[in-house]
Protein backbone atom coordinates (compact mmCIF):
# COMPACT_ATOMS: atom_id res chain seq x y z
CA UNK A 1 0.00 0.00 0.00
CA UNK A 2 2.93 2.15 1.21
CA UNK A 3 4.57 1.78 -2.72
CA UNK A 4 0.87 2.82 -4.16
CA UNK A 5 1.04 5.71 -2.23
CA UNK A 6 4.16 6.95 -2.98
CA UNK A 7 3.67 5.88 -7.33
CA UNK A 8 0.16 8.52 -6.43
CA UNK A 9 2.56 11.19 -5.27
CA UNK A 10 4.91 10.61 -7.81
CA UNK A 11 2.36 10.82 -10.78
CA UNK A 12 0.77 13.84 -9.03
CA UNK A 13 3.43 15.73 -9.19
CA UNK A 14 4.39 14.63 -12.75
CA UNK A 15 0.63 15.76 -13.62
CA UNK A 16 1.55 19.22 -12.31
CA UNK A 17 4.65 19.31 -14.38
CA UNK A 18 4.05 17.81 -17.30
CA UNK A 19 1.48 19.13 -19.56
CA UNK A 20 1.43 16.19 -22.03
CA UNK A 21 0.67 13.59 -19.07
CA UNK A 22 -1.60 10.84 -19.38
CA UNK A 23 -4.71 10.55 -16.54
CA UNK A 24 -5.03 6.95 -17.68
CA UNK A 25 -2.04 6.24 -15.64
CA UNK A 26 -3.61 7.70 -12.30
CA UNK A 27 -6.80 5.26 -13.59
CA UNK A 28 -4.44 2.46 -13.72
CA UNK A 29 -3.47 3.15 -10.31
CA UNK A 30 -6.81 3.69 -8.95
CA UNK A 31 -7.12 0.40 -10.16
CA UNK A 32 -4.60 -0.99 -7.92
CA UNK A 33 -5.37 1.11 -5.04
CA UNK A 34 -8.77 -0.82 -5.72
CA UNK A 35 -7.22 -4.24 -5.96
CA UNK A 36 -5.53 -3.98 -2.87
CA UNK A 37 -8.04 -2.71 -1.00
CA UNK A 38 -10.08 -5.93 -1.83
CA UNK A 39 -6.80 -8.10 -0.97
CA UNK A 40 -6.72 -6.38 2.47
CA UNK A 41 -10.52 -6.48 3.00
CA UNK A 42 -10.49 -10.40 2.14
CA UNK A 43 -7.33 -10.64 4.11
CA UNK A 44 -8.82 -8.80 7.05
CA UNK A 45 -11.88 -10.87 6.56
CA UNK A 46 -10.05 -14.18 6.36
CA UNK A 47 -8.10 -13.07 9.88
CA UNK A 48 -11.72 -12.42 11.35
CA UNK A 49 -12.89 -15.61 10.48
CA UNK A 50 -9.93 -17.52 11.92
CA UNK A 51 -10.03 -16.09 15.29
CA UNK A 52 -14.01 -16.67 15.46
CA UNK A 53 -12.81 -20.15 15.28
CA UNK A 54 -10.09 -19.95 18.10
CA UNK A 55 -12.36 -18.24 19.79
CA UNK A 56 -15.06 -21.26 19.47
CA UNK A 57 -12.75 -23.42 20.27
CA UNK A 58 -11.22 -21.85 23.13
CA UNK A 59 -15.10 -21.36 24.19
CA UNK A 60 -15.91 -25.18 23.21
CA UNK A 61 -12.84 -26.36 25.79
CA UNK A 62 -13.81 -23.98 28.27
CA UNK A 63 -17.36 -25.35 28.19
CA UNK A 64 -16.16 -29.00 28.15
CA UNK A 65 -13.72 -27.85 30.95
CA UNK A 66 -16.60 -26.38 33.25
CA UNK A 67 -18.93 -29.84 32.50
CA UNK A 68 -15.97 -31.60 33.32
CA UNK A 69 -15.32 -29.69 37.20
CA UNK A 70 -19.22 -29.74 37.44
CA UNK A 71 -19.12 -33.49 37.06
CA UNK A 72 -17.08 -34.47 39.50
CA UNK A 73 -18.57 -32.06 41.81
CA UNK A 74 -21.76 -33.62 41.51
CA UNK A 75 -19.44 -37.59 42.11
CA UNK A 76 -18.24 -35.79 45.35
CA UNK A 77 -21.81 -34.48 46.37
CA UNK A 78 -23.56 -37.85 45.82
CA UNK A 79 -20.34 -39.42 48.01
CA UNK A 80 -20.84 -36.93 50.57
CA UNK A 81 -24.67 -37.46 50.82
CA UNK A 82 -24.48 -41.42 50.69
CA UNK A 83 -22.14 -41.23 53.69
CA UNK A 84 -24.56 -38.50 55.53
CA UNK A 85 -26.91 -40.84 54.88
CA UNK A 86 -25.42 -43.95 56.10
CA UNK A 87 -24.02 -41.90 59.53
CA UNK A 88 -27.56 -40.62 59.60
CA UNK A 89 -28.99 -44.84 59.80
CA UNK A 90 -26.52 -45.65 61.88
CA UNK A 91 -27.26 -42.56 64.22
CA UNK A 92 -31.12 -42.67 64.28
CA UNK A 93 -30.67 -47.14 64.49
CA UNK A 94 -28.40 -46.54 67.25
CA UNK A 95 -30.79 -44.01 68.82
CA UNK A 96 -33.79 -46.54 68.45
CA UNK A 97 -31.62 -48.82 70.32
CA UNK A 98 -30.70 -47.37 73.13
CA UNK A 99 -34.25 -45.86 73.41
CA UNK A 100 -35.45 -49.51 73.23
CA UNK A 101 -33.04 -50.92 76.15
CA UNK A 102 -34.65 -47.88 78.39
CA UNK A 103 -37.51 -49.28 77.68
CA UNK A 104 -36.85 -52.58 78.12
CA UNK A 105 -35.05 -51.22 81.72
CA UNK A 106 -38.04 -49.44 82.57
CA UNK A 107 -40.09 -52.23 82.13
CA UNK A 108 -37.95 -54.30 84.35
CA UNK A 109 -37.69 -51.65 86.97
CA UNK A 110 -41.27 -51.14 86.93
CA UNK A 111 -42.06 -55.21 87.85
CA UNK A 112 -39.00 -54.94 90.49
CA UNK A 113 -40.67 -51.64 92.03
CA UNK A 114 -43.78 -53.80 91.98
CA UNK A 115 -42.57 -57.27 93.53
CA UNK A 116 -40.69 -55.11 96.44
CA UNK A 117 -43.98 -53.20 96.55
CA UNK A 118 -46.08 -56.23 97.32
CA UNK A 119 -43.17 -58.09 99.50
CA UNK A 120 -43.43 -54.65 101.42
CA UNK A 121 -47.06 -54.49 102.06
CA UNK A 122 -46.42 -58.72 102.68
CA UNK A 123 -43.71 -57.70 105.56
CA UNK A 124 -46.27 -54.94 106.55
CA UNK A 125 -48.98 -56.80 107.31
CA UNK A 126 -47.09 -60.78 108.14
CA UNK A 127 -45.55 -58.05 111.30
CA UNK A 128 -49.05 -56.72 112.12
CA UNK A 129 -50.78 -59.73 112.16
CA UNK A 130 -47.70 -60.78 114.49
CA UNK A 131 -48.45 -58.11 116.47
CA UNK A 132 -51.99 -58.18 116.97
CA UNK A 133 -51.20 -62.11 117.67
CA UNK A 134 -49.19 -61.61 120.32
CA UNK A 135 -51.51 -58.15 121.51
CA UNK A 136 -54.36 -60.85 121.38
CA UNK A 137 -52.65 -63.20 123.73
CA UNK A 138 -51.62 -60.90 125.94
CA UNK A 139 -55.44 -60.19 126.04
CA UNK A 140 -56.47 -63.11 126.62
CA UNK A 141 -53.77 -64.20 129.47
CA UNK A 142 -54.69 -61.29 131.15
CA UNK A 143 -50.88 -59.63 131.06
CA UNK A 144 -50.72 -56.06 130.29
CA UNK A 145 -47.64 -55.17 127.97
CA UNK A 146 -45.16 -53.39 129.34
CA UNK A 147 -44.84 -50.55 127.35
Same mark, same amino acid.
Not at 83 to 86: A, G, K, L, N, Y
Given at each position: MEALISQFTFLSDQSCQDKNFDPSNIEDLMKLFEIEAYKSWAALELEQEEEAKEAETSMQKAEEYLESVM???MDEFRRFEE????MSKKEMNSLVENG?? *?????KLMDKAAT? *??KKY????MN? *???SMKSAW???SSNRVHPS
Open positions: ESCETESEK *ARKMGI *ASIEAAS *ASAKGV
